[in-house]
Nanobody, 116 residues
């Protein structure tokens, strides 16, 4: 059974940083790309960042470039999203995602709130 468990969310002031982690199990982690999505209140799901199975290829949504960094540790089955220079508009539930055999799997999400 595929399981994705996020952690690291919380309340942070504008300009601050948070480090989100996703612990994966139930599948061959180093065979699969991993993604972070987010959903802000009243808005749709947005792809934030993605990383290839070996970590050599990454993707960032335009508004995250230069502020967010995605990485993975295949030995620990984890993917990390380092978020810097956070803005109020980054407030959202952040979810970890992978696709296995054409099926999308999601974690339960972690709340990130950026507010003074």
């Amino acid at each position: 059974e595929v399981q994705l468990v996020e952690s690291g969310g919380g309340l942070v002031q504008p300009g601050g940083s948070l480090r989100l982690s996703c612990a994966a199990s139930g599948f061959t982690f180093d065979d699969h790309a991993m993604n972070w999505f987010r959903q802000a209140p009243g808005k749709g799901l947005e792809l934030v960042s993605g990383i290839s199975w070996n970590g050599r290829s990454t993707y960032y949504a335009e508004s995250m470039k230069g502020r967010f960094n995605i990485s993975r540790d295949n030995a620990k089955n984890t993917v990390v999203l380092q978020m810097n220079s956070l803005k109020p508009e980054d407030t959202a539930v952040y979810c970890c995602n992978t696709r296995k055999l054409g099926i999308d799997y999601w974690g339960q999400g972690t709340q990130v709130t950026v507010s003074s």
